[in-house]
């Protein structure tokens, strides 16, 4: 490995907490941050992408994509296809190897594996990992009627330290992998996608830098002078300028800008699907612009030389399903088509928040959804922030907040998703949802999640908990099995430090008890005995069988809700004991 990447890669795993694996297990991990990194969304985890173990049939990392959403159990299958009635799918592969060159066996190896994945009789032993993985695909394709849009795609990543110099043998035996996928008529498409040092190094240091971009936007008007607000624009974009603020150098849609939009992609819905339609006739594609609300986008830094503009650190907070119905046509797009854009540079927290909810308010938003935009997150962050070094955790409430701030342990960071998560799944005893029915979750923000008189305390104590049990995964105190219930065993150790019923929410009570709790998970070796009775009694909830399809129902939350509560009563009796003998003791003299 050369000087250069060695170096990244060690940058890499001093920020996600890694120092602890051998060099091979921490570059799978950074190769998957790299290639399939930027595909996942708010609270998913690069260590759920990486599986390279015994029984990986030479895949080290894989992720299955439905609907844009990062999937982890089949019954998310089902609740896409209800909600969006279609299924739009990507199998995203990826194998890590040190070594400076590329190996034709190694690539034989890797497309082995893949092919293998997806026969119903695979001929080479999986992992427990694997096995959940092909249990996703099966649940996909046994959804084919709903393949509306096309069979799903694949991408296989082969990352190196070397240098591709499309050497004759090495791409013929490329493109046969590719071709053997092909043939199966599984897949809309199958790419194959070499990556050595230099693109290592390129995408590293691009996931580091705030997102730039240039474009010409010569119809506009200036918007004057307003307060905290440095320049302002009204104009008419050509969707050919568009696209590229809303694409990455590898022609997919950068996810990240619309971190700041309250609305997620709604998918295809009779709204979207009505302007794809526009978008795909040719006699009403010229009128887009008279039909669409259009885009907002609040850039940090902005710069104009005559038509041409400069914007740095931007997000596009209004204007998400517009963005997304563009990207996916951008093959039927001219230059007949116009973009509605209004383009803002500012930097006041206030005033980005003020935008957001006024354009916002223009669509079908809830006010749960524009209430996490509220001062009760300005808290959240200044409460973070509160602690000693040792003990802080970073809540990053605006998009790449602390990305390119050094010295910041990147697993320190807390996104709005994983903290809904993990709290939902250890203070509203809904672990089944932090992943299957993470959506519903939302519905109960500003009632149950973030209520504006909600002590602090116990949304630092489930992001805190969530960091200790990575740490244990990542550094194989826990087996990592236990991933995928996670959500599960945080339940279960909430009920050990502080069992129901719990103090409200807004409480003096909640606050003392959770200041125990923070007392307990920080001490490494008290931590990790919780976590391990925690796992240990979902196991046994679970029979020893950590199966997806279990752990994200309903009932099996109530099974292990059964056994807290069992375990609690146990617990209080031992705690009387003593007291009842001394009572005896007294008695008898």
Request: glycine share 6%; with cysteine; net charge neutral.
């Amino acid at each position: 490995m050369d000087r250069v990447t060695k170096s990244l890669l060690n940058e890499f795993s001093a920020e996600h907490g890694l120092e602890r694996l051998d060099e091979d297990s921490r570059f799978e991990h950074f190769a998957a941050y790299l290639t399939i990194g930027r595909h996942l969304g708010d609270g998913d985890e690069i260590a759920d992408l990486v599986i390279g173990s015994g029984g990986d049939t030479g895949i080290d990392a894989l992720a299955v994509v439905v609907n844009g959403v990062f999937i982890e159990d089949a019954a998310q299958v089902d609740e896409l296809v209800s909600n969006s009635g279609h299924i739009e799918a990507s199998f995203l592969f990826v194998q890590a190897e040190r070594s400076s060159s590329f190996d034709m066996a190694k690539i034989g190896q890797f497309s082995f594996g893949v092919s293998d994945f997806f026969k119903e009789k695979p001929a080479l032993q999986r992992n427990s990992q694997l096995t959940r993985a092909a249990q996703l695909m099966t649940a996909i394709y046994n959804h084919s009627s709903r393949f509306k849009r096309g069979r799903p795609t694949c991408k296989m990543f082969y990352v190196t330290t070397g240098t591709w110099v499309g050497d004759g043998n090495l791409v013929a035996r490329k493109n046969s992998a590719v071709q053997e996928l092909l043939d199966t008529k599984l897949f809309a498409s199958v790419d194959f996608i070499p990556m050595g040092a230099d693109d290592i190094q390129d995408i590293y240091r691009e996931s580091k830098n705030s997102i730039s971009r240039e474009f010409e936007f010569a119809l506009r008007t200036v918007v004057p002078t307003v307060t905290a607000v440095s320049e302002a624009y009204i104009g008419l974009l050509p969707a050919t300028e568009f696209l590229p603020l809303i694409s990455d150098t590898r022609g997919d849609i950068l996810k990240g800008i619309f971190y700041d939009n309250v609305r997620d992609w709604q998918d295809f819905n009779a709204v979207n699907s009505e302007m794809r339609g526009t978008l795909d006739d040719a006699t009403s594609r010229s009128r887009f612009a008279l039909m669409n609300n259009g885009v907002t986008i609040i850039a940090k830094t902005l710069r104009a030389t005559a038509n041409r503009f400069y914007i740095e650190d931007y997000q596009i907070v209004n204007g998400c399903q517009t963005s997304h119905v563009l990207f996916d046509r951008k093959e039927a797009l001219d230059s007949t088509v116009m973009v509605p854009l209004r383009l803002i540079a500012t930097k006041d927290d206030d005033v980005i928040a003020s935008i957001i909810v006024a354009t916002n308010r223009q669509t079908e938003v809830r006010e749960e959804q524009l209430l996490a935009l509220s001062s009760f997150q300005k808290k959240l962050e200044a409460f973070f922030s509160s602690f000693d070094e040792a003990q802080r955790l970073y809540y990053e409430r605006r998009s790449r907040q602390y990305h390119s701030v050094a010295g910041i342990e990147k697993t320190r960071i807390v996104t709005p998703g994983s903290l809904i998560r993990a709290f939902a799944s250890m203070f509203l005893e809904e672990p089944h949802r932090a992943t299957k029915s993470y959506r519903r979750i939302l519905d109960r923000v500003g009632k149950d999640l973030f209520g504006a008189n909600d002590k602090l305390d116990p949304y630092y104590v489930a992001a805190l908990a969530m960091y200790r049990l990575e740490y244990l995964f990542r550094n194989q105190f826990l087996d990592k099995d236990f991933r995928a219930a996670r959500y599960e065993i945080l339940l279960a150790l909430r009920w050990q430090l502080m069992p129901s019923p719990l103090p409200r929410m807004n409480s003096n009570d909640m606050e003392r008890k959770c200041r125990a709790m923070i007392d307990a998970l920080w001490n490494n070796t008290e931590s990790e005995e919780l976590f391990r009775k925690a796992a240990a009694l979902v196991n046994r909830a679970a029979g020893g069988s950590l199966d997806a399809t279990i752990l994200r129902t309903e009932g099996f939350t109530a099974d292990v809700l059964k056994r807290c509560k069992a375990q609690a009563q146990r617990n209080a009796s031992k705690r009387a004991a003593p007291h009842r003998s001394s009572a005896v003791t007294r008695g008898r003299k």
